[in-house]
């Protein structure tokens, strides 16, 4: 006889904030332009963010231990080369694909999870966000409206 066990939801710890940012800038760029607008230490990671097979996503990461804080830097959009079956001439070609890590908000390049941080700090950090000249808008995101939020939660 099988046994299945369910890991249930009060497990996982979804208490976080989330910043949207909408920008043009490459993954590193944004970090090092958040880094120095915000007084941040994001570091890339070692290994990305990766959902399944095809998709991984970029990841900074910083640990403020004097403030009790982690703040991570994920980027939305993953570009994915796909092969696109043709029956003619132009056999095996490839194509690029655009999926999301947050898939309901498929405007938005990039996402700053935020655990642990108070009210006034976020806001402070959305308006230093907002003054980067690549940036077209930063502005909180309610998480718990999001259908895909477990894919935050790592």
Same mark, same amino acid.
């Given at each position: !006889?099988?046994?299945?066990?369910?890991?249930?939801?009060?497990?996982?710890?979804?208490?976080?904030?989330?910043?949207?940012?909408?920008?043009?800038? =490459?993954?590193?760029? !944004?970090?090092?332009?958040?880094?120095?607008?915000?007084?941040?230490?994001?570091?890339?990671?070692?290994?990305? %963010?990766?959902?399944?097979?095809?998709?991984?996503?970029? /990841?900074?990461?910083?640990?403020?231990?004097?403030?009790?804080? @982690?703040?991570?830097?994920?980027?939305? *959009?993953?570009?994915?080369?796909?092969?696109?079956?043709?029956?003619?001439?132009?056999?095996?070609?490839?194509?690029?694909?655009?999926?999301?890590? &947050? *898939?309901?908000?498929? =405007? /938005?390049?990039? %996402?700053?999870? /935020?655990?642990? &941080?108070?009210?006034?700090?976020? /806001?402070?950090?959305?308006?230093?966000?907002?003054?980067?000249? *690549?940036? &077209?808008?930063? @502005?909180?995101?309610?998480?718990?409206? %999001?259908?895909?939020?477990?894919?935050?939660?790592?």
């Amino acid at each position: !006889m099988l046994t299945t066990h369910k890991i249930s939801e009060d497990f996982y710890d979804d208490n976080f904030q989330l910043i949207a940012i909408h920008s043009g800038l =490459e993954d590193f760029a !944004m970090g090092y332009a958040i880094n120095d607008v915000c007084g941040l230490h994001l570091q890339r990671r070692n290994s990305d %963010l990766q959902v399944n097979q095809d998709l991984t996503f970029s /990841v900074f990461d910083w640990d403020d231990e004097l403030s009790d804080t @982690y703040w991570t830097l994920i980027s939305n *959009k993953c570009a994915v080369e796909e092969t696109v079956p043709s029956d003619g001439l132009f056999q095996n070609r490839t194509a690029l694909r655009t999926d999301y890590l &947050v *898939k309901e908000r498929k =405007e /938005v390049d990039y %996402l700053l999870k /935020v655990d642990g &941080v108070d009210g006034p700090t976020l /806001v402070q950090q959305i308006k230093s966000i907002n003054t980067i000249s *690549k940036v &077209v808008t930063a @502005y909180p995101l309610e998480t718990q409206t %999001l259908k895909s939020r477990r894919n935050l939660i790592f």
